[in-house]
Each structure stands twice: as C-alpha cells, then as structure tokens.
Nanobody
Framework: EVQLVESGGGLVQSGGSLRLSCAASGFTFENYDMSWVRQAPGKGLEWVSTIDRTGANRYYTNSVKGRFTISRDNAEDTLTLQLNNLKTDDTAVYYC????????????????RGQGTQVTVSS
C-alpha cells in the first residue's frame, strides 16, 4: 500500500521559512518522479514542484522559483520541500504526490498523495 506522510507545516510570518518532509513507503521510491502540490483556501489543487527519480532535474511553478527547493533522499525514501521567503499567497495545504511533471497540467489527476500539511503565512 502506497503511503505518503507529510510533516513540517506550521504558522510563519511573511518572509519566513519552513521545511516540509514526506516519508514514503509501499513502493520503490527511487523509481518514481515525485512532486508537491498545494491547495489554497477555496481554490483547487495547484502543482508546485517536481523532482525526477535521480534528483538531477527539478521543476517549479513560476510563483515559487527562487524561493522553494525540492530535494529527495532515495536511501531514506524521503521527499523534502524547503520554503524560503514565504508570502501570504503561499498559504495552503501542501501535499506530497507520487506523480511527475504531467501534474502541472492536470493537478486534479488520479495519483497518490498524502493527507497534507498546513502552511499558514501571516502578514
């Protein structure tokens, strides 16, 4: 059974930082591209970032480029998202997802994701 468990969310002031982690199990983590998606209050799912299986290639939605960094540890089956210079528009539930860059076009697609971790940025 695929399991994705996110942690690390919280309340932070604008300009602050958070580090989100995702513990993956139930599949061969190193064989899959992985992503983060988010859902802001009252809005649909939005693709945020994808990292390929080896970690060599990383992709970001324009609004987070230069502020967020995705990474992975295939030895520990862990996915991470470092969030820096946070803005109030980043407030959302962040989900770890077993999916690739196709999700930027189909964020509501059929893929595994965790239960999410809440990130709240205050002004």
């Amino acid at each position: 059974e695929v399991q994705l468990v996110e942690s690390g969310g919280g309340l932070v002031q604008s300009g602050g930082s958070l580090r989100l982690s995702c513990a993956a199990s139930g599949f061969t983590f190193e064989n899959y591209d992985m992503s983060w998606v988010r859902q802001a209050p009252g809005k649909g799912l939005e693709w945020v970032s994808t990292i390929d299986r080896t970690g060599a290639n990383r992709y970001y939605t324009n609004s987070v480029k230069g502020r967020f960094t995705i990474s992975r540890d295939n030895a520990e089956d862990t996915l991470t998202l470092q969030l820096n210079n946070l803005k109030t528009d980043d407030t959302a539930v962040y989900y770890c997802a077993k999916t690739g860059t196709i999700t930027r076009y189909y964020p509501d697609g059929n893929y595994y994701r965790g239960q999410g971790t809440q990130v709240t940025v205050s002004s």
